[in-house]
């Protein structure tokens, strides 16, 4: 029994390791998965910023061809003045320059409330890609530190892996079974020691009876209350 408990406690104490090393192991790749969501939330401002601001200059360089458009007309209306020979053309010629030189005004006011915006938009894309950049740097830079990380740590896992086999192996199917489903579900601790009477996986004492028992080591013992397996330490 003392050779099964003692195998027991081995590959208890490296089913903790390995518990540990995968809990450090989800732990970088939250943290990475949190840079890669930050680059991506960041990303998709600067693409909807740069969407935006293409807008803008489509929407300028049209307001630019209207205006040019506007111009060309001003400057031919006003060159049939010369030619006209009638007060009444005259009126109606003057009346059609004013129009379209306040069409053009209208334009020209467009134009450049459509450059502040250019301008305000081009300065917030900048400050994005620049914050997109520092993000890329740093998550480049972590993600070469955790891979080495976790490159020691599948080496470890790969060594104690093969530790926890060795050890399985020399237990008893339905021992290794039990002491599985306890480990799954009593946090990773399945097997116990007992002091002054009291298992300290529950801390709740034991029959006297089983107690007694448990000293003299000839079968396993499970704790009534928690069920995991019990063992004393021995001077």
């Known amino acids: 029994m003392h050779e099964k408990m003692n195998l027991l406690r081995e590959?208890?104490?490296?089913?903790?390791?390995?518990?540990?090393?995968?809990?450090?192991?989800?732990?970088?790749?939250?943290?990475?998965?949190?840079?890669?969501?930050e680059q991506?939330?960041?990303?998709?401002?600067?693409?909807?910023?740069?969407a935006q601001l293409e807008q803008l200059q489509k929407e300028d360089a049209q307001l630019q061809q209207e205006l040019l458009a506007e111009k060309d007309q001003i400057t031919m209306v006003e060159g049939r003045l010369p030619e006209i020979q009638t007060q009444?053309?005259?009126?109606?010629?003057?009346?059609?320059i004013d129009m379209a030189k306040k069409a053009s005004l209208d334009t020209l006011a467009k134009i450049s409330e459509k450059e502040g915006q250019l301008t305000e938009l081009g300065d917030d894309l900048d400050e994005k890609q620049t914050e997109l950049a520092a993000i890329a740097e740093n998550s480049a830079a972590r993600q070469a530190e955790v891979d080495q990380i976790l490159a020691e740590s599948d080496a470890t896992c790969v060594a104690r892996q093969a530790t926890r086999d060795s050890l399985a192996k020399e237990l008893p199917n339905t021992l290794l079974s039990k002491y599985q489903r306890i480990f799954s579900r009593r946090g990773?601790?399945?097997?116990?020691?007992?002091?002054?009477?009291?298992?300290?996986?529950?801390?709740?004492?034991?029959?006297?009876?089983?107690?007694?028992?448990?000293?003299?080591g000839n079968e396993l013992q499970s704790c009534p209350h928690c069920n995991r397996l019990l063992y004393m330490n021995r001077a």
């Open 88 to 96: 009444k053309e005259y009126v109606a010629v003057l009346k059609e």
């Open 188 to 216: 990773g601790l399945a097997v116990a020691c007992v002091v002054d009477g009291a298992c300290l996986g529950c801390n709740m004492q034991l029959p006297p009876q089983q107690y007694n028992r448990l000293h003299r």
């Open 11 to 37: 590959l208890q104490e490296v089913d903790q390791e390995l518990a540990e090393l995968a809990t450090v192991r989800a732990k970088y790749a939250g943290e990475l998965k949190g840079l890669s969501d």
């Open 40 to 50: 991506d939330r960041v990303q998709g401002m600067v693409d909807e910023l740069t």
